[in-house]
T-cell receptor, first 115, second 111 residues
Framework: ETGVTQTPRHLVMGMTNKKSLKCEQHLGHNAMYWYKQSAKKPLELMFVYNFKEQTENNSVPSRFSPECPNSSHLFLHLHTLQPEDSALYLC??????????????FGPGTRLTVL | TQLLEQSPQFLSIQEGENLTVYCNSSSVFSSLQWYRQEPGEGPVLLVTVVTGGEVKKLKRLTFQFGDARKDSSLHITAAQPGDTGLYLCAGARNYGQNFVFGPGTRLSVLP
């Protein structure tokens, strides 16, 4: 248990579906992240939220829409995805600004398959 | 341009062997982390090193941070099949505001 939970763990959706991924952190951190991990590719940072404000969007297509209602919850809304969007989607949290370490703690991920 | 390089990319060894994997950068980091990730799961933090030259031990794993805080190594003694996984290094700057991951070393320990 890392203190970061993600639901669902597995998701299969068609290209015309709309679904949402949920992440919750129980660590009292002030920053949350979405990453995409495709097979045999490095982790790709998608979005960063500091104190609920989006501070980074790494050229992510608009079919991915993040939402951060408070510092403990993060959502990734999905619509009209493509098969190449199939991947493991990871959520992470960290405490930014208080110490040099700033390490990130990850959830177990959501394995997404787009048919 | 990859800010953090990891080598080797793949490593397959027999149970009981020793190994070292490396994480290198031309940039200075305020801290460096090592994670292990198993298939279908999120990365799990193994260690954080902060001081240049620092050495940390976690059972059979020894982590070292370079003197200039630009590189790190992970040494595993007497590897076991349970050590199999993807080993990721990550560097933090600006008190965690900038966080970058390396591409990982995929380790397979055969019984």
């Amino acid at each position: 248990e890392t203190g970061v939970t993600q639901t669902p763990r597995h998701l299969v959706m068609g290209m015309t579906n709309k679904k949402s991924l949920k992440c919750e952190q129980h660590l009292g951190h002030n920053a949350m992240y979405w990453y995409k991990q495709s097979a045999k590719k490095p982790l790709e940072l998608m979005f960063v939220y500091n104190f609920k404000e989006q501070t980074e969007n790494n050229s992510v297509p608009s079919r991915f829409s993040p939402e951060c209602p408070n510092s403990s919850h993060l959502f990734l809304h999905l619509h009209t995805l493509q098969p190449e969007d199939s991947a493991l989607y990871l959520c992470a949290s960290s405490q930014v600004g208080n110490s040099p370490s700033g390490e990130q703690f990850f959830g177990p991920g959501t394995r997404l398959t787009v048919l | 341009t990859q800010l953090l390089e990891q080598s080797p990319q793949f490593l397959s060894i027999q149970e009981g062997e020793n190994l070292t994997v490396y994480c290198n950068s031309s940039s200075v980091f305020s801290s460096l982390q090592w994670y292990r990730q198993e298939p279908g799961e999120g990365p799990v933090l193994l260690v954080t090193v902060v001081t240049g030259g620092e050495v940390k031990k976690l059972k059979r794993l020894t982590f070292q941070f370079g003197d200039a805080r630009k590189d790190s190594s992970l040494h595993i003694t007497a590897a076991q099949p349970g050590d199999t996984g993807l080993y990721l290094c990550a560097g933090a700057r600006n008190y965690g505001q900038n966080f970058v991951f390396g591409p990982g070393t995929r380790l397979s320990v055969l019984p």
